[in-house]
């Protein structure tokens, strides 16, 4: 045990580095996301109905997007059966972001929580650029 | 006796070697033929009109009656409405410009027959320059991410989602109709079309022949504007406006001898007769 000293040290030490980023951000939980569903538009519907249920939307509606664009793009299709049956525009413009025309409050609220940065406004929908 | 056996097996290993390098020289020869004469590809992005002329399926193109088109001199003007339209960007420098439809004198659209001695009034006439929506696109070949393809109605469209910036479009194409964003492009928009996306910086872009519209039903901007001299429809229709067109008309094409199959015709010699 020449060296035990150092050896324990060291240890500790790396530890401590390695535990840094939970004894850093210790107490400064953020608290879940609540995406906000008050906009006028929605505010306005008689049935607050999204395209498909909450639960499924929160969890696909990433593939959703990505599907539509390659119907849209690639096979000039622009109508989408909901699973309820009714007909929508497949268009992020025009379906998603009429409705849910408030981004601070409902897209980003969760993309910031889960650091997933949206880059969607780099190109659509310029009237949200201030 | 154990050197029999490595004898035996070195010689196998030769002939293995031989019989691999036959295979491999064949299908070398085999791919360059077929590539010269082009052979009967059944690939959908491959399918050549020269080699496999496809008559169910579309092929939009246009007509332009190009000493009409510069006796109206309303060229100007429908440049500026297809660049507003799209959010096509003016960075004002020629060494980042943003074209999807531009003019150009026949020297620089026909090099290949251009010759010394030209007609004066061909010599001043200005040709409208956009993609040509090949029929056997060279950058639709070139994308590596697939950001580029070919719809099923001819239409050599982009998916700016998919861009990644390499530019193998822009060195494949020969007409130049590629265009890349060195920056953002909504520094140099006065007014941004809400109707359709910007790009953003390091994106590849093009003329789409108005894709989005045509899924609509209608016509694209440049054809509609142009009380007639661009002539638009489906090249594989032969009742269309443009087989019409082709039929009545002298017509030639850029860059033909590329076998790269484009879908814009130009009528030169006026439309008198």
Redesign the interface.
Known sequence: MRKGGKIMFFTALFVVVLCAPFILNMGSAQAAPDPSLDTPEINALQEKECIADTEWMRENHMQLLDDW?WEV????A?EYVAPNGQVYDMSL?DTCLSCHSNREEFCETCHDYSNVEL?CW??????Y?E | MQKDMKNQNSMERRTFLKAGAAVAAGAAVAGTLSGCHGGPITNKADGSEVVEPKAKTRQWGFVIDVPKLNELGIFEEIKEACHAYHNVPDTGNPKTAVKWIWEEEYHKTFPEIASEYLNEEIEELGFPVLCNHCADAPCVRGCPTEAT?K???GIV?M???RCIGCRFCMAACPFGARSLNFSDP?EFLDE?N?EF????KGVVEKCMMC?EL???GETPICAAMSQGTIIFGDLNDPSSDVRKALNENFTIRRRVELGTGPSVYYIVDGGEA
């Open positions: 664009r793009i690639r096979n000039g622009t413009d880059y780099d190109c659509h929908n310029p009237d650029e | 393809f719809r099923e109605d469209s998916d700016y989602h909504r941004v809400p996306p910007t790009r953003s894709s045509i899924d609509k």
